[in-house]
DNA sequence: TAAAAATACTCCATAGGTATTTTAT
DNA sequence: ATAAAATACCTATGGAGTATTTTTA
């Protein structure tokens, strides 16, 4: 009959490991909390299922067998791995602590990112980050099937099931080429972009989206079928209304302040209603940890830069 | 109240790797040859005592959160050593594998180990063996206190609760300085060590004190008190008597065949009654594995060189 | 509605305890 | 003679089973 490990116990392995410290079945006993019959019982069933002797006993003294002590050292490592599980799961309890895989999407991830990650590195250093950039359409797939925990994404999200808070108000910035001649205006408002030719983004990221039923509204021309007029980042997008290609509408916190001057552009706000996006941390209803979520979302809130309105109606709603 | 890994399972882990490998309850359960509700219930409980979500379930889906993930890993580890632990035990069921502690008196183990480990290596791959060359009296204080398996030594044993298994017997030869008067004859008789000084070696070792008794016997002188003419090992001895001190014995094996010419000496066999040593494979009766030495008794008495008389009768005494 | 996980319950194997005996120095 | 390990015996926990219900895609 072969030897059936399935039967020997994580206490047994203590047991043994004591036994082969204290040399003592009573010490050893102690130790484990325990009585020296049952360590006794204990020692004796190890050795039986395994069929092996790890102690040589006498009345007087307790020997460790070489296959003993070689049987002893595997115990450790058992039991140290074991006490890692506790560990783990220990540290599972504090709040934003342990592995925590966010999704932030590419039109928002490189603006606010060197805002949020330093300070949240500094409140919860044992928070292990880690971050996907992916557009909207991804990260709710990401999101649903347990890729990710949490993604910053802007409303309306495009998935069910889905719990979120918000985070803040982004405007949209007009953007168009030097010289343009909405540029002689200090602030520009939603109806002067009639007739305008709009450069968008490729599909799947949600500020095509949002920019096509703005330009939709007021009636601007989108180009929508010709894929030169589409760009697979904001960078390109950028260039191509350096270029003289169309303008553009961007969010504000990829605006920077010397946008006009590194770019070759003309920025210039909207006054009110002013176009733009809300955005939420979003994760699944049934995530278990739903309060670290809760707990991230008041922290972006709370380090959003300024050029951005947080929401103070912290409601998780969906 | 704070996480008791006392009561998690070795059972458990393996639910739990088994379940982030399959993801899927039934799955698991059939792979870990129980039935579902089983694997459920014990997934909840492990997820209940270290009050953490590892799975995130539905009907449909069944997904490891993060912090699982790394419980899970951790939990590999356990299951990784605790599986070694059986292949120890198992090898350790196989006649003459796994560590063994083996004591030689250093006055034979030089000469006789090198004709004796290179075959027991091939013999026995996986036989541990280490070696430790100790005098007679510090063998049996380890054989004694389990700090060594087994030795070679030679009769009488100076302990008691010792098993041992006859090895072979190991001729003296007198060795005394070249151009020594008995260098005439072809071989000597203990008589003729009559009023030879003889040299021995330090106090602990076996040989002195049987080299002592035969001149006690036939009256040589030993000069016993005066340290200059006693030497600490056989090599010493060697030149001592090579620098005409005194004559000596030494035992058959420690003899080269070109000993005349190396050391300057006389070598000459005894004719019957030979003196001599009998030498032992010894261990603690309570040894758990006395099996394997008698297999290695055998094995030496198989593969001693030709110059000692392997001793034919296997009987383990004492 | 069908597959899958969770619940309800029953049972028995065993880990642990107390009291005592055996053993070896 | 005495300290220490082994044995005998008892109890209760909980791990594993079968049967069934609940859930969700």
Redesign the interface.
């Known amino acids: 009959m072969?030897?059936d490990?399935?039967a020997?116990?994580?206490?047994e392995?203590r047991y043994v490991v004591a036994l082969s410290d204290q040399r003592h079945f009573g010490r050893a006993a102690k130790s484990c909390r325990v009585t020296q019959p049952t360590l006794s019982a204990a020692i004796k069933k190890f050795e039986t299922t395994?069929?092996?002797?790890l102690f040589?006993r006498?009345s007087k003294?307790v020997?460790?067998?070489?296959?003993g002590?070689?049987?002893v050292e595997?115990?450790r490592?058992?039991l140290d791995?074991?006490?890692?599980?506790?560990d783990?799961?220990?540290r599972?309890?504090r709040p934003l602590s342990?592995?925590?895989?966010l999704g932030v999407i590419p039109t928002l991830g490189p603006y606010l990112l060197p805002w949020l990650v330093p300070p949240l590195r500094e409140a919860y250093p044992d928070l292990?980050l880690?971050l996907r950039e992916v557009k909207t359409s991804v990260m709710v797939e990401e999101l649903a099937?347990?890729q990710l925990?949490a993604g910053i994404l802007a409303l309306p999200i495009p998935a069910r099931g889905m719990s979120s808070s918000p985070l803040f108000e982004e405007p949209f910035l007009f953007v168009g080429p030097s010289g343009h001649a909405l540029g002689k205006k200090t602030s520009v408002k939603e109806g002067d972009l009639e007739g305008e030719r709009v450069l968008l983004l490729d599909e799947g990221h949600c500020l095509r989206d949002q920019a096509l039923s703005i330009c939709n509204k007021v009636g601007a021309t989108t180009d929508d079928r010709e894929s030169d007029f589409r760009a697979t980042s904001m960078e390109t997008l950028r260039h191509m209304v350096g270029a003289g290609m169309g303008s553009t509408l961007l969010p504000a916190l990829a605006v920077s302040d010397d946008e006009e001057a590194r770019s070759h552009v003309t920025v210039r706000p909207f006054v009110a209603p002013q176009p733009g996006r809300r955005m939420v941390l979003a994760w699944?209803k049934?995530?278990?940890?739903a309060e670290d979520h809760a707990l991230l979302a008041e922290f972006i809130r709370k380090h959003a830069p300024d050029v951005v309105k947080s929401t103070r109606n912290h409601a998780t709603k969906k």
Chains 1, 2 share one sequence.
């Open positions: 072969p030897i490990i399935t020997v116990t994580l206490a392995l395994l069929r092996v002797t040589e006498s003294h020997a460790v067998t070489p296959l002590a070689q049987i595997e115990a490592r058992v791995a074991t006490d890692r599980i506790g783990l799961a220990a599972g309890h342990g592995p925590l895989r292990q880690v099937h347990s925990d699944r049934t995530h278990p940890r």
